[in-house]
């Protein structure tokens, strides 16, 4: 709704700016007055007018408008009881009429119609049904609405409208431009004005002589109207607000007045709380918290804070209705005027029962999955540890075996051999038969050399020991390239010289791992082995042309690479990792690099130092 | 053409093989001394100064080849041969680096061993792995 002017339902009409609104033709305006004498004017004019015309007339007024209104008629020559005796005057006592329209307080249709619609038809009836207008007079409505009943003044104006379908008047109602002073009367005016045909405004606009003052004056009204339409916006605003507020499910929302009495309640606090409304206000809202909780003082202590600080925010346990606990976040807002006093407080209170156990089973969950993971951690380590020193007990084992075989089995297989050698050369070609057994234990004997040779060599190499990977790798590769017919080919940088001994022997295992795995998986017909001292790093390269490591099998093997590469690769990355290198794997379509990197002098930490010393 | 030899190994078995061996075959040559180990064959050198030192590789404390280096350097004029259990080409090689002269296997001992000794005496080297084949 709006009361701008250009409204088609309520028209401003300058032409009665200057004029009086006259009863020739029907309608139904309202005129605004301020002074009580201007009324009097246009209304005797009105009157007047229809009085004079020989036309009826009903004036329905205040017994002051009503008596001042004859004076001015009788003035202007007009004799109102005669025209009162013929019955075409009909002047009535607004204060007297207006009860006898009403039932209970209420305008009562059926009454109205009684008792105004048998006046018009009186007045009619007067001027022997003759079609002219009456000229109509109401002021019950401005009684109405200076008793603080808009809706009964708005009900009786629409009475006024449905009379008119079956009577033929000119109407004009009156209201005293004081009476619309508060915001409350914005709606109502509103919806009076809807009930006439036309507004006429008071005299302090028509009585503006220039065109230029009733412009600024027109101004102002707009002005006016437009600050009365915001302030009905916001009113609009705040209501949707309030209805949303109490609509809310989720959240507990009311108001406590500065003492903790519940003074509104939202469906969400009934949700939430239990209690109804009926049954909460007024009550101190401290039957939410617990019995410890009150005791302690924890409801006033919570308020004191709020005022203080301007917001309060606590989570714990709150209280319902029927005894249960929930878990609530409570925020508590201080209200304040302008001027700044404490007007009450703003609650909110949402159920996080819920939440918080997911929470705490989260919390749980995580402390678990961080126990297992921890363990796991543990026992990985553990584990790599034990794996360290298998890995270390098997090299020294094998060291030892090897180096038995080689220093005591192989020893005497070779004097044996010697001494074989002699009989053989001393028996000569004399002794036929035992010439033969002796050349066959000779050919046993060097069976027994070699295979005892090879297994030591297998086991732990002694040219390592003695001369270093530069030595022994061309030495193995010797054995290597005989034992699979695989071509190795070596390049050693010069003067790459000698490492600490556990390195050689882990690039030396590395190797052997290497070439087994490229003899059994590559399909490659060579091997290229590169040594050599990269800032400080001995690296050691074995490149095979084989047909490579799958993508997916080295995806699968996740970050843990060597495991495409069997167990034994994955000792030697363990073992690389302790002497403070590691293992690289670089596979293409065609063929596969390892490259195995430690430090050239040997580890560095003390750690490491000790593990190598143990 | 008499000669004196030192026996240098870690395996009291081998020192006595190779004691029977020459015994048996030249007994002119004179054992003059033995040793266990590096150290202790380049004290004796020291010593003894012998024609012709037979050393072993494999051996505790220190090497055959490093201590061949030692007492190439000493400038005695002793002659090594080394005397070991590893097949190798690789070996002949570091052999020949660490000034050894000669290079017999202990499995080849009774075909080789007065040979190489021989040829050593008489100035020239014995590496009898050169043909041989690579250990399999």
Redesign the interface.
């Known amino acids: 709704m709006s009361i701008a002017i250009s409204d088609p339902y309520i028209q401003l009409i300058p032409s009665l700016a200057h004029t009086t609104p006259s009863h020739d033709h029907t309608g139904h305006v309202v005129q605004l007055y301020t002074d009580d004498g201007f009324l009097i004017d246009v209304l005797s004019r009105f009157v007047g007018g229809a009085l004079a015309a020989g036309d009826p007339a009903v004036v329905i007024a205040t017994t002051s408008h009503r008596t001042e209104l004859e004076r001015r008629l009788s003035v202007h020559g007009l004799d109102t009881a005669k025209a009162a005796m013929q019955g075409r005057y009909v002047n009535l006592d607004a204060t007297e009429t207006l009860p006898k329209i009403m039932v209970n307080g209420l305008v009562d249709e059926m009454r109205f119609n009684d008792i105004i619609g048998g006046v018009l038809t009186r007045a009619r009836i007067a001027i022997g049904h003759k079609e002219r207008p009456i000229a109509v007079f109401g002021e019950m409505v401005a009684l109405l609405w200076a008793e603080g009943k808009p809706l009964e003044a708005i009900r009786v104006e629409q009475l006024w409208n449905d009379l008119a379908k079956s009577h033929s008047f000119s109407l004009l109602c009156a209201y005293p431009i004081t009476g619309f002073n508060s915001e409350g009367h914005i709606e109502p005016f509103l919806k009076m004005c809807d009930q006439h045909s036309g507004v006429v405004p008071s005299e302090s606009y028509l009585g503006l002589g220039s065109e230029p003052e009733r412009l600024r004056s027109i101004a102002q009204l707009q002005q006016r109207a437009q600050v009365l339409e915001k302030r009905l916006a916001l009113r609009q605003i705040e209501e949707r607000f309030r209805l949303l507020v109490e609509a809310v499910q989720d959240y507990a929302i009311f108001m406590l007045d500065p003492d903790g009495r519940v003074s509104s309640w939202n469906a969400g606090a009934e949700r939430i709380k239990g209690y109804k409304i009926q049954e909460i206000l007024g009550k101190h809202f401290s039957c939410f918290y617990r019995e410890e909780d009150v005791r302690n003082g924890k409801p006033d202590w919570e308020l004191v804070i709020a005022a203080k600080e301007g917001r309060f925010e606590d989570e714990g346990w709150r209280v319902r209705k029927d005894g249960s606990r929930f878990w609530a976040n409570v925020i508590i807002t201080a209200l304040r005027d302008e001027a700044g006093k404490l007007l009450g407080f703003a609650k909110v209170t949402r159920d996080f029962t819920e939440r918080m156990e997911t929470q705490k089973a989260l919390q749980k969950e995580v402390a678990e999955r961080r126990d297992a993971q921890r363990q796991l951690h543990n026992s990985e380590k553990s584990l790599r540890q034990l794996s360290l020193h298998l890995l270390r007990t098997q090299d020294e084992e094998r060291r030892r075996i090897g180096r038995d075989l080689?220093?005591?089995l192989?020893?005497?297989?070779?004097?044996l051999?010697?001494?074989l050698?002699?009989v053989a050369?001393l028996i000569g070609q004399k002794e036929g038969e035992a010439a033969q057994d002796v050349d066959e234990c000779i050919r046993l004997t060097?069976d027994s050399?070699?295979e005892v040779?090879?297994v030591s060599?297998l086991m732990y190499p002694?040219?390592l020991?003695?001369?270093g990977l530069e030595?022994a790798i061309?030495?193995y590769l010797?054995?290597f390239s005989?034992?699979s017919g695989i071509k190795a080919a070596f390049d050693v940088q010069t003067d790459f010289g000698r490492l600490p001994r556990d390195s050689e022997l882990a690039l030396f295992r590395v190797l052997q791992e290497s070439l087994t795995n490229v003899h059994r998986h590559s399909g490659s017909q060579t091997a290229h082995i590169r040594l050599s001292i990269r800032e400080g790093m001995a690296v050691l390269e074995i490149e095979d042309a084989g047909k490579g490591i799958s993508p997916q099998l080295l995806e699968q093997s996740g970050q843990d690479w060597t495991g495409a590469l069997g167990v034994g690769m994955r000792g030697m990355s363990e073992r690389m990792r302790q002497l403070g290198g590691r293992l690289e794997l670089i596979s293409k379509e065609r063929g596969t690099t390892v490259c195995a990197i430690v430090p050239a002098g040997g580890p560095s930490s003390s750690a490491s130092a000790q593990e190598r010393e143990s | 053409m008499a000669a004196r030899i030192l026996i240098v190994d870690?395996?009291e078995?081998?020192r006595?093989?190779i004691r029977?061996?020459i015994d048996?075959s030249r007994s002119e040559w004179e054992i003059c001394g033995e040793a266990t180990n590096g150290e202790e064959a380049i004290e004796v050198t020291k010593t003894l100064k012998p024609d012709i030192i037979v050393l072993d590789?494999?051996m505790p404390r220190m090497?055959g080849?490093e201590a061949a280096r030692r007492i190439a350097k000493l400038g005695l004029g002793c002659r090594i041969l080394m005397f070991t259990?590893?097949?190798?080409?690789?070996?002949t090689i570091?052999a020949r680096q660490a000034q050894a002269q000669g290079l017999v296997l202990?499995?080849q001992?009774?075909?080789d061993l007065i040979r190489a000794i021989e040829r050593l005496l008489a100035g020239g080297t014995f590496f009898a792995s050169e043909a041989a084949p690579?250990?399999?």
Do not use: C
């Open positions: 080689h220093d005591s192989g020893q005497y297989l070779a004097v051999k010697m001494k050698d002699s050369s060097e050399i070699k040779r090879t060599y002694p040219m020991e003695e001369m030595s061309p030495w010797d054995g005989a034992r | 870690d395996h078995i081998v006595e093989g029977t061996l048996r590789i494999t090497s080849l259990m590893h097949d190798s080409d690789r070996l570091e202990k499995s001992a009774a075909r690579a250990f399999r």
